[in-house]
């Protein structure tokens, strides 16, 4: 779409005629040219809830934590992006965010990933060490002092 449209642009060509010869709809060429829809815009539907900036947020805190050793799964990520929305006040209590929120937040941030929490296996036990101990306790004081 974003190859017609800078094709009329430049060679001033009809919208019908091009529209025709590309295979795209006239209408939503139409409405590219003349504004009503973002030339730039690629995808269609709603759009997403928070804000870049407000999703980075959440995304940076998520990191954050598993940073400190405490991975979110699926339910506690929608759980405290509902929380945030109302902190925002983007929903109420009474309609939190579903499955499909989170699946399109994922496919928004492809760098996150969600794991099944388990349990301490033997090999992790004995990879710990007193220096990954104090960095993990320093580093929860840092937030706990923030």
Known sequence: MNAVYVHIRQTGSKIRTTAREFGVPEASLRHRLCGRVNPESVHSGPQPMFSNE???????????????GYGYGRAEVVTMASE???????????????????????????????????????????????????????????????
Request: charged share 30%.
């Open 84 to 146: 945030y929305a109302v902190y925002l006040k983007k929903r109420d209590q009474a309609h939190p965010l579903s499955m499909k929120w989170f699946r399109g937040f994922m496919s928004r941030w492809t760098e996150l990933k969600v794991l099944k929490p388990r349990g301490l296996e033997l090999q992790r036990a004995k990879a710990i060490n007193m220096a990954l101990v104090t960095r993990y306790y320093t580093e929860l004081g840092s937030i706990l002092d923030k």
């Open 54 to 68: 407000e999703e980075a947020h959440l995304v940076e805190h998520i990191k954050t934590m598993a940073e400190c």
